[in-house]
């Protein structure tokens, strides 16, 4: 029974560099949510999708941050350039409706 | 607009101790907000442990329990007699109804039970 999948579990890029992080939700899933967290600003909202629209993108994370969910089983966030202070865990979820919502273990990434 | 705020960690218990991490919520957006508690493990990702969404009533799972308090505005968790095994970071959180895992999460209190 698969759950959220995130890949990779780790990244360690230079500052200016582009990453991309992946995530695959949960079969039948159709909202999907991208979350960043930091021991100072806990779980901040990054995007969140409903049925492969983009419903929200997170004001202050447009700048350098894209979502994309080009079907409805993958998803991606592109960090471009990144910076040191991009440097965090990076967590994907997904649901259906008020259903419980499947978190995946993590990205956690250091920008050097 | 929407906040949670929570004990800050790290809490450490022996085990056999009563817990309790506190959680108080501003839902300025949301008429009728529902209550999650979520735990992550170590090495695991984030899991739901009890919700709530209606004030007044008391959520419960593996020994954990919450009341969601409109008039204090408040979801604190408690547990009568933690374990080794409940060493996780909780979070406290808050969302409207159907919006599935759009939530406006608390900071996190990182709970340590000593053996």
């Known amino acids: 029974d698969a759950g959220v999948t995130q890949t990779p579990r780790h990244e360690v890029a230079e500052k200016g560099q582009t990453i991309i992080l992946k995530c695959e939700p949960v079969?039948?899933?159709?909202?999907l949510f991208w979350y960043r967290q930091t021991k100072i600003q806990g779980l901040e909202l990054l995007s969140y999708?409903?049925?492969?629209?983009?419903?929200?993108d997170g004001g202050a994370f447009k700048d350098r941050f894209k979502a994309e969910m080009l079907n409805s089983s993958f998803s991606t966030l592109k960090i471009q350039p990144t910076e040191p202070k991009d440097s965090a865990v990076y967590l994907c979820?997904?649901?259906?409706?008020?259903?419980?919502?499947?978190f995946g273990k993590g990205t956690r990434l250091t920008v050097v | 607009g929407d906040s949670v705020t929570q004990t800050e960690g790290p809490v450490t218990v022996s085990e056999s101790e009563s817990l309790i991490i506190n959680c108080t919520y501003s839902?300025?957006?949301?008429?009728?907000?529902?209550l999650f508690w979520y735990v992550r493990y170590p090495g695991e990702g984030l899991q739901l442990l009890l919700k709530?969404?209606?004030?007044?009533q008391k959520g419960s799972s593996r020994g954990f329990e919450a009341t969601y308090n409109k008039e204090t505005t408040s979801f604190h968790l408690q547990k009568a007699s933690v374990q080794e095994s409940d060493s996780a970071v909780y979070y406290c959180?808050?969302?409207?109804?159907?919006?599935?895992?759009?939530?406006?999460f608390g900071g996190g209190t990182r709970l340590t039970v000593r053996p």
């Open positions: 979820a997904s649901g259906r409706g008020n259903t419980e919502v499947f």
């Open positions: 709530v969404i209606t004030a007044g």
């Open positions: 959180a808050l969302g409207a109804y159907n919006a599935g895992a759009k939530l406006t």
């Open positions: 079969s039948g899933h159709n909202d």
């Open positions: 999708f409903r049925s492969k629209s983009l419903m929200e």
């Open positions: 839902a300025t957006s949301i008429a009728y907000p529902n």
